[in-house]
């Protein structure tokens, strides 16, 4: 199993005291850091338009990321394909990928929030389709010969990526998303498969239903990550009081976006989800309550080097020496403990 740390969302909500530029440097710095303390991997989300910006642009920042570092994967979970053109995106991620010779996982997702669509003047309705097509489209592309491509979404004439990637094929696309169709695409069309926030059982059951996906003549093993969110303290109450607000900002926007395309009207200081549920959604408390709450996935990929857990530990609104703090923390006690345990 990889240890890595994300999602890094970019957001910066109001009555904080810091500008993007400063939001993108601490970024790279808790990434340097990841890196010295041998943690693997670093995972960057997507939307646009956001209040509090969050990031809409991941493979600029992922560059950055990986030009500062040297063995670290860089992530996306996930980008938007259908707000993308394929061939762009193919020649992007190709750069990119021999940039940091080999190191970036392109994982993307289909959207869900039609603010995103709307402003690139993108069909919503076909954004299933057009995530299929852009698939097809990048493994075809960094092949680095000519080609053509009639879909429903994307016509492609004569198109050509050169570079090729670092990566021979490409970097590996994983596949995001949560109801039964997405996770048959995953399986059927990806190199592996993406969760968000789920407890492990549930976990385990979305990647089985991905794998079982996965068509009989592949070669290759499928992957796996997951998103946990939570903070590292002395104690489960003192990781609420330096992470509680920044964990209940993060998840309120997503359900005020939710709300918002249910056609629900939301006052702007309307909390949406309560504590209890905040609460149950991150994990909260030591080192070794970090360590036992993940220790499941240590034993269930032990063997398995193309598959990454990443966890949140940088949340809105929080010191950043706190935040380094508990990085590292993370870093020298959670992950080697979860190592020896896994054999």
């Known amino acids: 199993m990889r240890w890595g740390l994300g999602l890094y969302t970019g957001q910066v909500p109001p009555g904080q005291d810091i500008g993007f530029h400063d939001e993108y440097a601490r970024i790279i710095e808790q990434a340097r850091l990841a890196e010295e303390l041998g943690l693997d991997s670093v995972w960057l989300s997507e939307h646009h338009g956001a209040d509090d910006g969050y990031l809409p642009s991941l493979l600029p920042l992922a560059a950055a990321i990986l030009a500062s570092t040297e063995r670290l994967v860089v992530g996306t979970a996930v980008l938007l394909a259908p707000l993308h053109h394929p061939l762009r995106l193919a020649e992007d ?11 970036l996982v392109l994982g993307l997702g289909t959207g869900w929030r039609s603010g995103d669509f709307r402003s690139f003047g993108v069909d919503m309705s076909t954004r299933a389709v057009a ?9 075809r592309a960094w092949q680095g010969e000519r080609f053509d ?17 670092f990566t021979p094929g490409g970097p590996p696309i994983w596949l995001g998303g949560t109801g039964p169709r997405a996770l048959r695409r995953a399986g059927r069309l990806g190199d592996g498969y ?8 549930d976990a385990m059951g979305a990647f089985a239903a991905a794998r079982d996906a996965v068509p009989e003549d592949r070669q290759a093993p499928f992957s796996f990550g997951q998103l946990r969110s939570g903070f590292i ?22 359900a005020r976006w939710a709300a918002e395309e249910a056609g629900r009207v939301v006052a702007p200081d309307e909390h949406l989800v309560p504590e209890e549920t905040v609460r149950q959604y991150n994990l909260l408390g030591t080192p070794a309550d970090m360590t036992n709450a993940l220790l499941p996935y240590a034993g269930r990929f032990a063997r398995r080097q193309d598959c990454h857990l990443a966890f949140r530990l940088y949340h809105p609104y929080m010191p950043h020496d706190q935040v380094l703090e508990a990085i590292q923390a993370y870093g020298r006690t959670v992950v080697p403990a979860l190592r020896e345990a896994a054999g």
């Open 93 to 103: 991620a190709a750069v990119v990928d021999q940039l940091s010779g080999g190191r």
């Open 131 to 139: 995530l299929e097509e852009t698939v097809q489209i990048l493994r």
């Open 149 to 165: 491509f009639e879909g429903r979404v994307h016509r492609i004439e004569g198109g050509v990526v050169r570079p090729r990637p």
């Open 194 to 201: 993406f969760g968000v926030g789920a407890p492990f059982d």
């Open 233 to 254: 303290a002395q104690d489960p109450e003192e990781a609420w009081k330096l992470a509680g607000r920044g964990m209940t900002y993060t998840l309120d926007v997503h």
